[in-house]
């Protein structure tokens, strides 16, 4: 299965399996490679592996299932028994990999000192019999004692002197290339020069999928490593969209935008429909293109508008070149957010220093670890210290802000050449709540961000914004994630967003029993005074009183509301949550089977549960000031509302709503609808949201090692 397929063995020639050798190999191109994306396409990279240890990657093709690599490596090998091993696989970004095949070079079968050509048919031990394509390969093999060496040397003192600083500088690269390869690879993917926004609006005459004639679509984005998904509109060969997206044009990124279009399928596999593609440097910057495009494989057409706006790098940097600590560049940066200046919204810069305590992931008591940092779709990473569990990197980050009630993400990873990064603790910052130029120290979380782990991260950040601008985009729609973990049925889910609920309704129920109270006069004094009050409210109501009554309970809570940090963790009630392990017991195997035809209605019980009790309790933090800056802003708000009925009559305000209700579609067709109210509350962080970005407090006296996981009450 992998021995070179266009060579024979020379036995006259043939190599002794042990000493020391030069392996050459130009890694050329595949054929007909696996397709494992839903765009029927994949973005393929090459590993070879030698004695277990990975000792080369390819860099990776993207959208490509006959890719040309050209890339070259030496490799020192001491036996010839031990094959290559070569592996190639599915690029997804912030997902697994996944596996495209496989193949062994055995080395004992090559002649020396020539370049062979090899072709090495790619199988999947699990599935044989399935054609996962080829990879084409120039292999060169050279023993370091060979005649060509000497002939090269006329002593034996410089030909043993010029081979042991071969091999030294060979043994240097190729460890400096293994260390460095995974995270300077994935970060020059990172760094990104402008921002693509997209309006999908709509779809015409697609194809039926469905029995009935017609189909359920929705449309997929992929640029580079992105992806976004679009929701589904039921029952429609003309589906209206109106959704926003913005994607990044990244360094290493090609500028081609592909889209496809599925039709939804519940319970089985969805069925594709088409697709189409689009080159965006065929587009002029700054300005907002109206598209109609065709789909390639099967009638229909996408209308979508397409805007592509250049910006400034989110970058890298040491401790060294740091732009806030430069004092020309900071007043560069200070003038570009000023109140005069309503372009940007602002730029957030974290110093990562150093770890300690962290969790031991490896055999050897060690780890590897790298941080990684996301804000939004921002996604950057400091270089792998290895064999540490006190990392120093000493790193800067810069982001542009988009959105000031942002969350940046720290997680840092222990990094596994031969699988995916071991997780060992993540913590969440809102922006609002960073203390300018105060270096801290936060304890690690879980991935859930429920209970504390091992470690201690030592942050630096600053953050500028222009106040401005950021109560305006507080109002749209936020920017949502397009690396997002798919719902799962969680019984633990369904009970904690049930308990939310429910808190919420007995809190209704109790002011509604006490509104009772005084109509039943269970308290002469309680049902005298609101019955006076009920009267004086009634004769001297005016319209402007509602936002004015408002105000006094948001200035209520400012002024007398001590606890509203406090109380949280007396109102929520944290369980652990146990991940149910499959222990191949077929009885539960085919109970699964029976509740995967309604997993569906569980979702969507779940996430409505969390939609009612995250609403209800966004509106408590408004009142309770929880972010104050957006209690100052529902502050702002209410105040021009209070003028405004105070000194417009209603029918006007009615008026001029209905003109532009009415007038909105007429004046903009394609304008996406939404409701300020509701952007506005999704800034405002939900009780759970609050007790994840909560900053967990260490004891003076306990050490990091010694931690015990504590749970919340």
């Known amino acids: 299965m992998g021995a070179p397929g266009s060579s024979e063995v020379n036995p006259a020639r043939a190599l002794p399996s042990s000493g020391m050798y030069k392996l050459e190999i130009e890694l050329k191109r595949g054929y007909n490679l696996a397709i494992r994306d839903r765009g029927g396409s994949s973005d393929p990279y090459v590993k070879f592996k030698l004695g277990g240890k990975e000792v080369f990657r390819s860099k990776t093709i993207h959208k490509n299932l006959n890719p040309v690599w050209d890339e070259k490596t030496t490799l020192l090998v001491d036996s010839l028994r031990e094959p290559l091993y070569v592996k190639v696989f599915d690029y997804d970004f912030g997902l697994q990999d996944d596996f495209m095949g496989s ?36 292999v060169t093999l050279t023993p370091k004692d060979s ?8 002593t034996v003192g410089v030909k043993t002197c010029r081979v042991c600083v071969c091999v030294c500088l060979c043994v240097c690269v190729q460890q400096q290339q293994q260390s460095m390869r995974l995270s300077e690879l994935h970060r020059k993917a990172q760094l990104w020069r402008g921002i693509v926004s997209i309006a999908l609006i709509e779809g015409r005459d697609l194809i039926p999928m469905d029995t009935n004639g017609l189909s359920d679509p929705y449309v997929k984005f992929r640029l580079g490593p992105q992806k976004y998904r679009s929701k589904t509109v039921p029952k429609t060969l003309c589906p209206q969209w109106r959704e926003q997206f913005d994607l ?45 495009l065709p789909l390639e494989e099967s009638r229909g057409s996408v209308v979508l508008l397409v805007t592509l706006t250049a910006s400034s790098h989110v970058c890298i940097s040491d401790l060294s070149v740091t732009p806030l600590d430069d004092p020309q560049e900071r007043r560069e940066i200070m003038k570009r957010y000023s109140l005069s200046n309503l372009r940007d919204v602002g730029i957030v810069q974290i110093k990562v220093m150093r770890a300690e305590g962290l969790m031991a992931a490896d055999v050897t008591g060690k780890s590897d670890p790298f941080c990684v940092l996301e804000l939004n779709n921002d996604r950057l990473q400091t270089h792998t210290v290895y064999k540490n569990l006190n990392p120093e990197w000493n790193k800067v980050f810069t982001f542009n802000v988009k959105d000031i009630h942002s969350v940046l993400e720290v997680t840092v990873f222990d990094e596994d050449r031969d699988r995916s990064a071991d997780f060992l603790g993540k913590v969440a910052i809102p922006l609002l709540h960073i203390c300018n130029g105060e270096q801290k120290g936060y304890m690690l979380k879980n991935k859930e961000l429920t209970g504390p782990t091992k470690g201690i991260i030592y942050l630096e950040m600053e953050v500028i914004f222009n106040t401005v601008k950021a109560a305006l985009k507080t109002v749209v729609p936020a920017e949502q994630k397009y690396i997002e973990e798919e719902p799962k049925v969680s019984k633990h889910l369904l009970q904690r967003n049930f308990n939310r609920v429910k808190r919420c309704v007995m809190v209704l129920i109790s002011y509604g029993t006490y509104i009772k109270s005084c109509f039943e006069w269970e308290s002469a004094q309680r049902s005298i005074i609101s019955f006076v009050l009920f009267v004086v409210v009634v004769w001297n109501f005016e319209l402007y009183m509602l936002p004015l009554a408002l105000l006094l309970l948001l200035a209520w809570n400012y002024f007398f509301s001590s606890n509203r940090d406090t109380s949280m963790e007396a109102m929520l009630e944290w369980e652990d949550e146990e991940e149910e392990k499959d222990d191949k017991d077929s009885e539960r195997k085919g109970f699964m089977d ?57 029918r006007y305000l009615v008026l001029a709503w209905g003109v532009n209700k009415f007038t909105k579609k007429l004046r903009d067709p394609y304008m996406i609808d939404n409701n ?38």
Not at 253 to 258: A, F, I, Q
């Open 103 to 138: 193949a062994y070079l055995y080395l004992e079968s090559l002649e020396q000192q020539r370049t062979i050509p090899v072709t090495l048919e790619l199988k999947d031990s699990h599935y044989p019999d399935q054609d996962l394509g080829s990879l084409e390969l120039a």
């Open 594 to 650: 029976k509740l995967y035809a309604i997993q569906d209605v569980f979702i969507s019980v779940q996430t409505t549960l969390d939609d009612v009790a995250s609403y209800g309790e966004r509106i408590k933090n408004t009142v309770n000031w929880t972010v104050p800056f957006l209690s100052w802003l529902a502050i702002t708000a209410l105040c021009v509302a209070t003028v405004l009925l105070y000194l417009i009559p209603l």
């Open 676 to 713: 300020e109210l509701l952007d506005f509350l999704s800034r405002v962080p939900s009780d759970v949201q609050v007790m994840q970005y909560r900053e967990l407090r260490a004891d003076p006296g306990q050490s990091p090692t010694k931690r015990r996981r504590t749970n919340p009450s």
């Open 248 to 292: 990044h044009l990244y360094e290493e990124t090609g500028g081609v935008l592909e889209l496809t279009v599925w039709d939804r399928d519940t319970g089985r596999r969805d069925d594709f429909i088409g697709r189409c593609q689009l080159d965006l440097s065929t587009l002029a910057k700054e300005h907002t293109h109206r598209l109609e």
């Open 147 to 154: 005649p060509v060496e000497e002939r090269r040397d006329s």
